[in-house]
């Protein structure tokens, strides 16, 4: 396992305003929060951060603002999933130059290539690049899933550093982490999998949770994988568990999240369209259910 990977890795939202530009000024308040609170890493521009909702130098200024921020204080991961392999290429290699850690990428997603072409797509990107690429599958999400022996040629490459995945089956992670190489880093990529993902021996979470509740996903991480205290660790989860039970059910998590970030005394900001902001009865859905006040 690389020990530059693991921990938790808060897949931060991205302050827009209302005008749809970004606000730098607010994510660099969240993210110091964030590095505050105890993170290990940032993942920008992640599924979280809205990505699609951004053209391609749209998102090369975001990272140009935001990675040199942060870079030195904690570990930083680039979102770069695109459907087009080339333009994929393109984003991993402007975070690169900026100075970030790893790029996460999907498979691409709209035309669901068949598994030698996922296993090939990956390997050109990372040929290259030459530089670390999250192995990324969340079929919930792109309609496209790994299948274990194409994560078996994936992480043959130098390059294939971590693994983000967020199928919500514990028994196929738990075979990519019997699987995995020494060099590569595995994390749980489902919210409301995170403390099974620990015990099953995931080094990270990449998180949706942390936005606002940092020190709790922290604290369970190191409860379980740093000190190996289960009880302690099944504490904390039982406590933060119905937030993250509504992150990986409600429909609007990313509208969610921002919302409970502002409630927690920054600024989630305004969503960029096709999403809109929630209605009234959504928001007292979110803070009944997730119960922000009982985490931290």
């Known amino acids: 396992m690389n020990d530059k990977f693991k921990g938790i890795y808060t897949v931060a939202v991205t302050p827009f305003?209302?005008?749809?530009?970004?606000?730098?000024?607010?994510?660099?308040?969240?993210?110091?929060?964030?590095?505050?609170?105890?993170?290990?890493?940032?993942?920008?521009?992640?599924?979280?951060?809205?990505?699609?909702?951004?053209?391609?130098e749209e998102h090369m200024n975001y990272v140009s603002e935001i990675v040199p921020y942060i870079r030195d204080r904690v570990g930083v991961i680039v979102g770069a999933s695109r459907e087009r392999p080339e333009d994929v290429v393109k984003l991993v290699r402007h975070?690169?130059?900026?100075?970030?850690?790893?790029?996460m990428v999907l498979p691409?997603?709209?035309?669901?290539?068949?598994?030698?072409?996922?296993?090939?797509?990956?390997?050109?990107?990372m040929d290259?690049?030459?530089?670390?690429?999250?192995?990324?599958?969340?079929?919930?999400?792109?309609?496209?899933?790994?299948?274990?022996?194409?994560?078996?040629?994936?992480?043959?490459?130098?390059?294939?550093?971590?693994?983000?995945?967020?199928s919500g089956d514990i028994h196929k992670l738990t075979q990519v982490i019997n699987d995995a190489p020494e060099r590569t880093s595995v994390f749980c990529g489902c919210d409301n999998l995170a403390f099974e993902?620990?015990?099953?021996?995931?080094?990270?979470?990449?998180?949706?949770?942390?936005?606002?509740?940092?020190?709790?996903?922290?604290?369970?991480?190191?409860?379980?994988?740093?000190?190996?205290d289960l009880k302690r660790g099944r504490e904390i989860y039982k406590r933060i568990l119905p937030?993250?039970?509504?992150?990986?059910?409600?429909?609007?998590?990313?509208?969610?999240?921002?919302?409970?970030?502002?409630?927690?005394?920054?600024?989630?900001?305004?969503?960029?369209?096709p999403r809109y902001e929630l209605s009234d009865d959504e928001i007292k859905y979110v803070e009944d259910a997730m119960e922000p006040d009982k985490i931290k």
């Open 243 to 273: 937030a993250l039970d509504v992150l990986e059910s409600f429909p609007k998590p990313v509208q969610a999240l921002k919302h409970l970030v502002t409630y927690k005394g920054l600024n989630g900001g305004y969503v960029r369209k």
């Open 108 to 125: 691409p997603f709209y035309c669901h290539p068949a598994q030698d072409e996922i296993i090939k797509f990956y390997n050109y990107v």
């Open 17 to 56: 305003k209302e005008n749809g530009e970004f606000d730098i000024e607010q994510s660099r308040k969240n993210l110091d929060w964030l590095i505050e609170s105890g993170v290990h890493g940032i993942v920008v521009l992640g599924a979280t951060g809205e990505y699609q909702s951004i053209s391609d």
């Open 95 to 103: 975070a690169k130059a900026c100075g970030a850690n790893a790029a």
């Open 128 to 166: 290259e690049t030459e530089f670390p690429v999250v192995v990324y599958n969340n079929p919930g999400s792109a309609g496209v899933e790994l299948e274990q022996e194409t994560y078996q040629e994936i992480m043959k490459h130098e390059f294939a550093l971590i693994v983000k995945e967020s």
């Open 197 to 228: 993902s620990f015990a099953a021996g995931a080094c990270g979470w990449i998180c949706m949770l942390a936005n606002f509740a940092p020190r709790d996903c922290v604290e369970l991480y190191n409860a379980v994988c740093e000190e190996g």
